[in-house]
């Protein structure tokens, strides 16, 4: 059975940081596109940061760039994101999501194209 167990939120002060970790069984990580993505209250889901398979360049939102970092762990099959310099607009719940295969860049923001979603992570960045 595929399952992507996302973990790591919490609360944390402006300019902290945080580590979530996604933790996937069924599959392997390497195999997959995998993304972040996250969605705040009333918000649509948004995509935060991307690693395609077997690739270590990652791509990231302009929101984000320079202070979350995408990372993968194969031994251990767990993907990570980094986040830095946390600010109150990075509030939402954190997902983490597996596409079979290496999306084009295009596609990476669509989350139609990802099979496998984690139940996802609350982070709370207080002012």
């Known amino acids: 059975e595929v399952q992507l167990q996302a973990s790591g939120g919490g609360l944390v002060q402006t300019g902290g940081s945080l580590r979530l970790s996604c933790a996937a069984s069924?599959?392997?990580?390497?195999?997959?596109?995998i993304g972040w993505f996250r969605q705040a209250p009333g918000e649509e889901r948004e995509g935060v940061s991307f690693?395609?398979?077997?690739?270590?360049?990652?791509v990231n939102a302009d929101s984000v760039k320079g202070r979350f970092a995408i990372s993968r762990d194969n031994a251990k099959n767990m993907v990570y994101l980094q986040m830095n310099s946390l600010q109150p607009e990075d509030t939402a719940v954190y997902f983490c999501?597996?596409?079979?295969?290496?999306?084009?860049?295009?596609?990476?923001?669509?989350?139609?194209?990802?099979?496998?979603w984690g139940q996802g992570t609350q982070v709370t960045v207080s002012s």
């Open positions: 069924g599959f392997t990580v390497d195999d997959y596109t």
């Open positions: 999501a597996a596409a079979r295969g290496r999306l084009i860049i295009s596609n990476l923001w669509n989350i139609a194209a990802y099979n496998y």
């Open positions: 690693l395609r398979n077997r690739e270590s360049r990652t």
